[in-house]
């Protein structure tokens, strides 16, 4: 949570969340606050209609709180990022861009402050609880499964070597380790249902769907539906990669049906390509500098009930035992010619 919170807060406002005065505790906190409260929020809708009817609004005092606190946090994250503008290199993040054109008078779109803070929080929900998941049920297959750790070590360590961190560079050349990072997010979609509204009404497969119906899509149930998947239970990188594929350009074709992760269409999560390389990449440094120790033989896989988001019941608990005695040093290294 912290890596994958710091990294969405560097690519935002060019800083990590301060440790020190309790920002980056009171960031995650509203996270996990909001996933909770999503889901209260989507029954709420299904549910509006006809409790108005009866004059009970649902959850509104804990939305208010939520947001409330999220207003104060932004606010404050807002504030002392404009004391400290000189200090920055101008022009390098979303922060920046985003004030220059608050601050336009001419400009096309006006933006406000409250569009900057409710932006920021989509990301911050948006990029946090699911990457961080992903990252875990990933490690936990990967621990369970030591054929898979073997065989992306050997990858890892004839690709990159044992002298340096794995860059998202590498990724390209490291095709075990994607196709890890694919199975795991088949087989445990951080977001399992997407929602649809339908704007206007429709026959879908013989079925008259009115305008205003909420669709939901269980992605969760595709990407372990028997018809479509060989061992669909199974964690099995392999089926991902191009040598087990027999007609390629048809498996892409359906794949792309089939494999819903990062759900589907224009409103698909745009933060997708970014997910991929960020997971891989952290999946590639845990796999290349550490082993990985649990009580027990294997890992528990359950899911936990009544979440939003994929969550383990049994959050991953493991000791890291360094795995090699060569300093490993973050440099690229640059080719001399
Ligand atoms: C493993 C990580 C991630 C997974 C599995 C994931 C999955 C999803 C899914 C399934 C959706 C709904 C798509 C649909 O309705 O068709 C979504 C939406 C979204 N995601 Fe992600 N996501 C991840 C990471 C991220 C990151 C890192 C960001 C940005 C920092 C991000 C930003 C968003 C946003 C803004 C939406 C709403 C898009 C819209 O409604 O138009 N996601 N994500």
Partial sequence: MKL??????QMIMGRSCSEENG???RVRGLVTKTDALTKKFILAGILRKPLQKIGISLFKKELMDASCKFNEVLEKILVEYKEKVEEHHQGTDMMDKLLEVYGDEKAEYKITRDHIKSLFV????????????????????????????????????????????????????????????????????????????????????????PEKTTLVVNGYAMMRDPEYWEDPQEFKPERFLASSRSSQNDEIRDELLKYLPFGNGRRACP???????????????????????????????????????LTMAHPLNCTLVPRTLIPVTSTVQIPSS
């Fill in 23 to 25: 920002e980056a505790e």
């Fill in 4 to 9: 994958v919170n710091n990294t969405v807060c």
């Fill in 122 to 209: 989509d990301l911050f929900f948006a990029g946090t609880d699911t990457w961080t998941h992903a990252i875990q049920w990933i490690m936990a297959e990967i621990i369970n499964n030591s054929y898979i750790l073997e065989r992306l070590r050997e990858e890892i360590d004839s690709v990159v070597g044992k002298t340096r961190l794995i860059q998202e560079t590498d990724l390209p050349n490291l095709p075990c380790l994607q196709a890890t990072v694919k199975e795991g997010l088949r087989l445990h979609p951080p977001v399992p249902l997407v929602l649809r509204t339908f704007k206007e009404g429709c026959t879908i497969g013989g079925f008259y769907v």
């Fill in 271 to 309: 933060g997708a390509n970014l997910a991929d390389i960020s997971v891989g990449t952290a999946i590639g440094v845990m796999v290349q500098c550490f082993d990985w120790e649990i009580k027990g033989d294997k890992i528990n896989m359950d899911e936990a009930p009544g979440k939003i988001t």
